[in-house]
Structure formats: C-alpha cells, structure tokens
Nanobody, 125 residues
Framework: QAPLVESGGGSVQAGGSLRLSCTTS????????MGWFRQDPGKEREGVAR???????SYEDSVKGRFTASINNAKNTLYLQMNNLKPEDTAMYYC???????????????????WGRGTQVTVSS
C-alpha cells in the first residue's frame, strides 16, 4: 500500500489561489485513478476532481473553470490548482487513489481504498 501525502493547504482570501500536492512512493498514478475530495465537519465527503492514468479529468460542477487537476508522473505527484477561491471552498481536502482504472470518473469515496490524511483549506470573505 503506497501512502499518500497531501500538502499545500492554507488560508487565503476570496479570489485567491492555492495549489495542493499529493505524493506517493509507488507508481499508482501511472496506472489507476486518482481523486481529490473535500469534507466539512458534519457533512459528507464530496468529490472535487478525478484524474485517470491518461490525465483525463472530471470536476464537480461548483469548481469547473476554477480548479485544475493534473499529474506529474516523473514526480509521482498529483496536483490540484485552485483559482478564484470562494468561502464555500473551505474544507479539509484529501487525495485518494486506486489501482483500478475502470469507471474512474464515476467513483465515489468508497471506490478509493488509499487516502491521505488531508490538508486544510480556509477561504475568508
């Protein structure tokens, strides 16, 4: 099991940008499906973006046009570039991964067996 480690969270004002990173020691990112999820206390974990091994991406409607997910395979790193951040984007952000490529862009949280510990993003108005 390859551990996932997120970084890059922080506090910004509305309209600002952050780039989250997720690294792994294995080559899961080159073979499977990866996702970015977020969760506020008391709420369900929701999918933000998914990236497959071919760098195909899909996004939750509220972040389309503002967030971009990508992979740097040489660095075993998954990114989430977040622009024009809004207070409602405030949450703990998690990266997740699975070796299974199929149905990548329709997978919910239960479809990802490997998770990082999360990085907090706080957006003030």
């Amino acid at each position: 099991q390859a551990p996932l480690v997120e970084s890059g969270g922080g506090s910004v004002q509305a309209g600002g940008s952050l780039r989250l990173s997720c690294t792994t020691s294995g080559n899961m990112f080159t073979r499977g499906c990866m996702g970015w999820f977020r969760q506020d206390p008391g709420k369900e974990r929701e999918g933000v973006a998914r990236v497959d091994r071919d760098n195909g991406t899909s996004y939750e409607d509220s972040v389309k046009g503002r967030f971009t997910a990508s992979i740097n395979n040489a660095k075993n790193t998954l990114y989430l570039q977040m622009n024009n951040l809004k207070p409602e984007d405030t949450a703990m952000y998690y990266c997740a991964a699975t070796w299974i490529y199929s149905n990548c862009h329709t997978r919910g949280p239960d479809g990802f067996p490997h998770w990082g510990r999360g990085t907090q993003v706080t957006v003030s108005s």
